[in-house]
């Protein structure tokens, strides 16, 4: 049964603490992105990958980490330097630059 | 910046009717267009890619690519009550470009 998957659904944080989402694939894909979603808001892009061990800088990279060490997960780790983390948090994927495919999304709360 | 703009609505349709979404971008060099649908708390789903201008139809749905105008459209005919979402519009060049999406509503 192919598609990504992120945990936790919902994660609640402490401020000042550094909290790691995750974000697992099977399809195959390349391509790895993380946007975030503030209510009413579209989607930003905090960061992508299009290959192993590589990731580019989205719109909105600050207090925000990754990494790509295997084709099927590219974590996402909120740093106690991001100011305002507080949102719904979306993996995707693709095949090269094509359509996207979304995780359900993890919704962080931090007080 | 490359930008793409929606009007965030809501448009509200009666059940049946023909609802019609638009979507403008910046970037002329735009290549590949796609419309997600994306229910209250979950996360967007995709409905439609088009890439050629022109229409593509898929079942209900009918995406309009302008690229001279710079103009991409959603048509959703027979709409649902179900169809009530927020459609986002996303662009490519780069990683894609979203809009900030419009919110439908159909009423019975």
Redesign the interface.
């Known amino acids: 049964d192919g598609g990504i998957t992120q945990s936790p659904k919902y994660l609640f944080r402490k401020e000042g603490q550094n909290v790691t989402l995750s974000c697992e694939q099977n399809l195959n894909h390349d391509a790895m992105y993380w946007y975030r979603q503030d209510p009413g808001q579209g989607l930003r892009l905090i960061y992508y990958s299009q290959i192993v061990n590589d990731f580019q800088k989205g719109d909105i990279a600050e207090g925000y980490s990754v990494s790509r060490e295997k084709k099927e997960s590219f974590p996402l780790t909120v740093t106690s330097a991001q100011k305002n983390p507080t949102a719904f948090y979306l993996c995707a994927s693709s095949m090269g630059v094509a359509e996207q495919y979304f995780g359900p999304g993890t919704r962080l709360t931090v007080t | 910046q490359k930008e793409v703009e929606q009007n ?1 609505g809501p448009l509200s349709v009666p059940e049946g009717a023909i609802a019609s979404l638009n979507c403008t971008y910046s970037d002329r060099g735009s290549q ?1 267009f ?1 419309w ?1 649908r994306q229910y209250s708390g ?5 409905i439609m ?1 088009i890439y050629s201008n022109g229409d593509k139809e898929d079942g209900r749905f009918t995406a309009q690519l302008n690229k001279a105008s710079q103009y991409v459209s959603l048509l959703i005919r027979d709409s649902q009550p179900s169809d009530s979402a927020t459609y ?1 519009c ?1 662009v ?5 470009n ?4 419009t919110s439908l509503l159909v009423t019975p």
């Open positions: 965030s590949s796609f997600y979950k996360s967007p789903e995709l890619f986002l996303a490519i060049p780069g990683a894609l979203f809009g900030k999406g």
